[in-house]
């Protein structure tokens, strides 16, 4: 797909975040961009997971599909996420047990509807959108353990200029040969795991004959309100205290040695 287009914006996992999926686009908004992309997992984690829906359609979001939207349009029995860890599998399980039960059945509609990735062009660049990885949605791309050897054959392979993905939940980038570029544009749905509690999206720019420009972009929203929506909801402690402090208290597991050392514990 070719689009007119200088810049893009790019969420990550919104995870039921609809508070601070609000104020990012009102960001993007008044920034300006051509288009807005999401790259799956509308659900997971917060609450009321139908109140994401309505803002997609409000700011023409494009969507495509996450592990997660996957297994909540089609009703699976667990989310996918790709947790070995039996406690991080604990936790993953009771968010997705919320979510699929207090997801309308037009959402699951709409998730089952969803592409797996999209591709289009920025002038000389071509750009692929997917949730994990092009060969495995919930596949994890750390920073640390994601050789830049790995990331060039991938993209050669594909045939693409910029490979953008999420589903870690912590942002990074890194240029490539021949002007291509990586892409993990974080997430919106929860601080990432730095003691901080605002949450962050991508801006990709074309400037013609240079490399893309990445921005990660901070948003800051009303952490306090949605941490009382959480426990209204019944949802864990423990998510809670991540959107509170800024510090993941589940998921840990998964994260690299030099990704896990960032962290309080």
């Known amino acids: 797909m070719s689009i007119a287009a200088t810049r893009v914006a790019l969420l990550g996992g919104i995870y039921s975040n609809y508070l601070a999926l609000q104020v990012a686009l009102r960001q993007i908004r008044e920034a300006g961009v051509d288009a807005i992309y999401c790259l799956g997992d509308l659900g997971a984690f917060g609450p009321y997971p139908d109140r994401v829906f309505p803002l997609l359609q409000q700011y023409d979001v494009q969507s495509i599909q996450g592990n997660y939207d996957h297994s909540v349009g089609h009703a699976l029995d667990d989310c996918r996420c790709g947790y070995t860890d039996p406690r991080d599998n604990h936790y993953a399980q009771k968010s997705y047990d919320y979510t699929l039960e207090n997801t309308s059945s037009a959402g699951r509609t709409l998730l089952r509807g969803l592409p797996e990735e999209i591709q289009f062009e920025m002038g000389r660049h071509r750009v692929l959108l997917c949730h994990g990885s092009p060969t495995k949605v919930n596949e994890f791309l750390w920073e640390s353990t994601t050789s830049t050897h790995y990331l060039n054959v991938m993209l050669n392979e594909l045939g693409v200029d910029c490979l953008c993905a999420t589903h870690t939940g912590i942002k990074w980038s890194r240029h490539l040969n ?75 597991e998964s994260l690299p040695a030099k990704e896990r050392k960032r962290g309080r514990f």
Request: negative net charge.
């Open 178 to 252: 021949d002007d291509k570029c990586f892409v993990n544009v974080g997430v919106l749905g929860r601080p990432e795991n730095d003691g901080q509690t605002c949450v962050w999206y991508a801006i990709l720019s074309e400037h013609g004959e240079r490399p893309l420009e990445i921005q990660f972009v901070p948003v800051a929203y009303d952490f306090q309100r949605l941490t009382r929506e959480m426990a209204s909801e019944g949802l864990p402690e423990e998510f809670q205290e991540t959107i509170m402090t800024g510090w993941w208290t589940t998921c840990l």
